[in-house]
């Protein structure tokens, strides 16, 4: 809860405008009902939203009829070459369980940390951790050759002579991921609760869409014991989101790390994993929100100052990834091991050199530019780099998954892997999935967060705020032309 | 259940008719905002919230649902590794922790809801759609010799609207 908003420096004083506190303020948001009325605004369909809802069902049927062909024919199709038995649909999988961290993260471990610049890209963020979580757990179904018998995954005592495994990485990934889908997707509901309900109070609202937000909104009427409980449950689910968000990752890498393979078997995967998912799920964040704020006119919102600050999580997280890289080379070398030493050689310079070059590119090289700030403060650097993270952070599992199992100890053993149509057209599937849910999301329930966004907009006062808020609730000092306000 | 509720453009206006109205001691008040506001939770001084016990009780439950599940299935349908305990807390560590942020989370949820007393099928005396885009209500519950009281300190305190509602 906000107390305080923040006033644009008097003129007298030098203006920086790249400073922390300045990602707090939306200075051309001036007043409650502006922020009603424009955000509420954005959910009303456009030809261009139909246009790209239906290019994501396209590219969901692509998936669904690859799907069909699949368990028709069998998994033979999918293109895997023993003892290449995990192929793109283990990588697609932890590349989406990757781009659902950022959500959490940024909802949760920033909300804990009180960073500003989070109050309007979250609930974009949180939809996509849902989303993709949601896409993710297709893939083990997706995998199967009987699909229908998918709850024999689920590991519960049976008179099937399945007995489950409880020492088992997979065992513990079906609980992780099970928990990690109920908590973010319970911590978006709450979030949306305060803004169903304005959603349900306004006027020439259909009766049939009024009674639907009415029952999401559970009746909430913004009364001082609502909020108070609101805001102490919100906390804690955002300290339990917080571990949650850290465990997820670190056990969906143990499903590698607990093997003995070469290039999995380290201890360096649970936070190499963490900060890996955390700047997938950055990129992505940046692929949605930069063309959601310039097609809707948010760009007083989602400001450019907010997106230096989001940048800034992003080269760090990508330093941090770059780092786990070169330990991994030095962990290869200096172990002394063979089997270890030759799997990195084969990986970098041997036959997948060209899917670690396009690793360390996009992943180590390009988010370097972010030291520039002229950079980070361009929405349009930003949006082509979230590209080549999101295909760099794809190949990383690729290089992960594949390269392991095709150089594995014996010699007689090593193998190619070539993912076949079957593979391509589930990938394709899967983004039309993800997008389908998100385009039916940001025309249903809005994308910025009504609520938190008005606990930083200048209430209207009778008397002057001491903060440099006249009684009309707007900014004493404020130039439309602030740097980097508007861009 | 009476009283008389004010609707306020300002909130500075309406922290202060809530000050006046807890010092003549006219009876229980309600406000409604459309964002939580340090300023108004300062003036009602309402007690913390209890949710926490909820997440801790939820939490404690959790977590140790989640040892004893394992133990108790590897024990009942055991796998027997030369060497290797049947039941190992360490890697069990991992379903403590999961089902304890999961069941801790619902109890959260659970507190939340039963506090809040929601969901609820009809809206409550003096609630005005109003109060969830911009401004702020204020209502006081007073028997009917108070009401005049109530509804000249409102005004006072610069209430854009003031009503009785039973």
Same mark, same amino acid.
């Given at each position: 809860?906000?107390?305080?908003? &923040? +006033? ?36 009303h369909p ?16 692509? %998936? ?9 024919s %069998?998994?033979?199709?999918? $293109?895997?070459? +023993?003892p290449?038995?995990? %192929? ?5 999988f932890?590349?989406?369980?990757? *781009?659902?961290?950022?959500g ?32 993710a ?5 997706l995998?199967l050759?009987?699909p ?10 049976n008179w /099937? ?12 990934d079906?609980?992780a ?6 908590i ?18 306004r006027?020439?609202?259909?009766p ?35 571990p ?6 670190s056990?969906?890498?143990? @499903? ?20 890996g998912?955390?700047f997938?799920?950055m990129?992505?964040v940046?692929?949605?929100?930069? +063309? ?7 760009k007083?919102?989602v ?56 690793l360390y590119?996009?992943?180590?090289v ?25 295909? %760099?952070m794809?190949f990383? &599992? ?7 199992l095709?150089? !594995?100890?014996e ?5 190619s ?18 997008a ?7 025309k249903?329930?809005?994308v910025?967060? *009504?609520s938190e966004?008005?606990? *930083? ?10 903060? $440099?808020? @006249? +009684? ?5 000092e ?10 | 259940?009476?009283?008389v509720?004010?609707a306020?453009?300002?909130?500075d206006?309406?922290v202060?008719?809530? !000050? ?7 009876g ?14 300062e ?5 913390? =919230? ?15 649902f ?47 809801l ?7 099928l009809?809206?409550m ?6 109060? =969830? ?7 006081v519950e007073c028997?009917?010799d108070?009401? /005049? ?10 209430a ?7």
């Amino acid at each position: 809860m906000a107390t305080i908003t &923040r +006033p644009v420096p008097p003129k007298n004083e030098p203006r920086r405008p790249n400073i922390a506190s300045a990602s707090v303020q939306l200075p051309a948001v001036r007043d409650y009902e502006q922020v009603d009325r424009e955000i509420v605004g954005t959910l009303h369909p456009t030809v261009a939203w139909f246009i790209g809802l239906g290019i994501a069902v396209f590219f969901l049927l692509i %998936g669904i009829g690859t799907w069909m062909y699949q368990i028709y024919s %069998g998994l033979g199709v999918a $293109g895997y070459n +023993p003892p290449v038995m995990w %192929g793109v649909y283990i990588i697609t999988f932890v590349f989406w369980i990757g *781009i659902g961290h950022a959500g959490t993260l940024i909802s949760a471990i920033l909300y804990l940390f009180r960073a500003g610049f989070r109050t309007t890209i979250y609930r974009c963020a949180e939809a996509m951790t849902v989303f993709a979580v949601m896409t993710a757990a297709l893939f083990p179904i997706l995998h199967l050759g009987r699909p229908w018998k998918f709850f024999w995954l689920i590991p519960y005592p049976n008179w /099937r002579y399945i007995w489950p495994q409880f020492k088992s990485p997979l065992v513990w990934d079906v609980f992780a991921i099970l928990t990690y889908f109920t908590i973010s997707s319970t911590f978006l509901f709450i979030g949306l609760i305060p803004d169903v309900a304005v959603l349900r109070d306004r006027e020439n609202i259909s009766p049939i869409r009024k009674r639907i937000f009415s029952v999401l909104s559970l009746g909430w009427r913004n009364t001082d014991n609502e909020w108070r409980h609101f805001a102490r449950a919100y906390l804690f689910l955002a300290a339990l989101s917080t571990p949650l968000v850290l465990s997820v990752h670190s056990v969906v890498s143990f @499903d590698f790390a607990m093997a003995l393979t070469p290039g999995w078997h380290t201890t360096i995967f649970p936070p190499y994993f963490v900060a890996g998912a955390i700047f997938s799920g950055m990129g992505m964040v940046f692929t949605i929100i930069i +063309p959601l704020r310039k097609w809707w006119g948010l760009k007083h919102y989602v400001t450019i100052n907010h997106l230096d600050a989001a940048a800034k999580l992003c080269l760090f997280t990508s330093l941090i990834v770059g780092c786990a890289y070169m330990t991994e080379w030095f962990v290869a070398w200096f172990s002394g091991n063979e089997v270890e030493q030759s799997f990195f050689a084969n990986r970098i310079w041997g036959q997948w050199w060209w899917a670690s070059a396009i690793l360390y590119t996009c992943n180590m090289v390009l988010p370097l530019s972010l030291f520039s700030q002229r950079l980070r403060r361009s929405p349009t650097w930003l949006f082509l780099l979230s590209f080549t993270v999101n295909i %760099g952070m794809w190949f990383e &599992r690729f290089v992960i998954v594949v390269p392991s199992l095709s150089h !594995e100890f014996e010699p007689w053993q090593w193998t190619s892997y070539r993912p076949t149509w079957v593979d391509y057209g589930i990938l394709c599937g899967s983004f039309g999935w993800f997008a389908m849910w998100f385009m039916l999301f940001i025309k249903q329930l809005p994308v910025i967060a *009504i609520s938190e966004v008005k606990e *930083i907009v200048p209430p209207k006062l009778r008397t002057a705020h001491p903060h $440099g808020i @006249d +009684p009309a609730g707007r900014h004493f000092e404020y130039e439309a032309d602030t740097p980097g306000e508007y861009a | 259940m009476q009283g008389v509720l004010g609707a306020f453009h300002e909130l500075d206006a309406a922290v202060s008719a809530i !000050e006046a109205l807890k010092k003549d001691r006219l009876g229980a008040i309600r406000v409604f905002t459309p964002t939580p506001r340090h300023e108004l939770e300062e003036a009602i001084t309402a007690p913390p =919230s209890s949710v926490r016990r909820f997440t801790l009780i939820g939490g404690l439950l959790g977590v140790t649902f989640g040892y004893w599940i394992a133990i108790w299935v590897s024990d009942y349908w055991p796998l027997v590794v030369g060497g290797k305990p049947i039941a190992s807390w360490v890697p069990y560590t991992i379903f403590g922790f999961e089902v304890m942020v999961l069941i801790g989370g619902l109890s959260t949820v659970l507190g939340l809801l039963i506090n809040s007393r929601v969901p609820r099928l009809t809206m409550m005396v003096g609630y005005d759609p109003r109060f =969830s885009h911009g401004d702020y209500g204020v209502w006081v519950e007073c028997p009917p010799d108070k009401v /005049r009281t109530a509804e000249t300190l409102l005004k006072e305190h610069g209430a854009v609207e003031v009503r009785r509602e039973r």
